[in-house]
């Protein structure tokens, strides 16, 4: 079965510090890849998405970027966190055959 | 582009009350509908989805949604809901054609009093 991993589960950075949060996927290949965000008192928020290696389209254009290394592997990325980047991340995958995504654990990310 | 509205923020209900959430999207084409919940300390997971056919869809946990097409609504229900209820409920919508992504409304926090 598929199984979808983000880390870390939780982050405090100070304002202007780099970020990387990483999301694999298990049990699946060339799955489409999302990245969303829930900041305070907002629905999700899609960030971007990839459908395979390399190829990335940004929804909302800010202080982020993605990346797509590895078929499974989905990077989110910052040179330089604002305080406006706290929240709460979400990566997920699609399945192809149900055309419903799956979400992974999420990472907390609070800048101060 | 796309729109979700969810109509309440928070619900607080007793159990074995009745359970209504709003959602209504803005969008010129077909779409697909979902729901999704997360429970306290755990992933974002699937409740009931909506892609054709019958309008009145079953999910998990006895949950079900009603797609109303003239009225752009997917309104969420359960005739009597539990203490194990409490959660976030989100509605969300993808388009029925490219790359499945969604947009989703800004969820309501249900919370069901024992």
């Known amino acids: 079965s598929q199984t979808i991993h983000q880390w870390p589960a939780t982050l405090v950075q100070p304002v202007g510090s780099p970020l990387s949060l990483e999301c694999t996927v298990e049990g699946t290949s060339n799955p489409n890849l999302y990245w969303y965000r829930q900041a305070a008192g907002r629905g999700l928020q899609l960030l971007f998405y990839?459908?395979?290696?390399?190829?990335i389209s940004s929804e909302v254009p800010q202080n982020l970027s993605a990346s797509r290394p590895q078929d499974r592997q989905f990077i989110l990325s910052s040179k330089k966190l604002l305080l406006s980047d706290s929240g709460f991340y979400l990566c997920?995958?699609?399945?192809?055959?149900?055309?419903?995504?799956?979400f992974g654990p999420g990472t907390r990310l609070t800048v101060l | 582009a796309q729109s979700v509205s969810q109509h309440n923020h928070h619900v607080i209900l007793s159990e074995a009350a009745s359970l209504e959430l709003g959602c209504n999207y803005s969008y010129g084409g077909t779409v697909n509908l979902f729901w999704y919940v997360q429970y306290p300390g755990q992933h974002l997971q699937l409740l009931l989805k909506y892609f054709s056919g019958d309008p009145l869809v079953k999910g998990i946990k006895g949950f079900e949604a009603e797609f109303i097409k003239s009225k752009f609504s997917f309104n969420l229900r359960k005739p009597s809901v539990q203490w194990s209820d409490t959660a976030e409920y989100f509605c969300?919508?993808?388009?029925?054609?490219?790359?499945?992504?969604?947009?989703f409304g800004k969820g309501t926090m249900l919370l069901v009093s024992p």
């Open positions: 969300a919508v993808s388009p029925n054609s490219g790359y499945s992504t969604l947009t």
């Open positions: 990839s459908v395979g290696i390399g190829q």
């Open positions: 997920a995958w699609l399945d192809r055959d149900t055309d419903t995504q799956y």
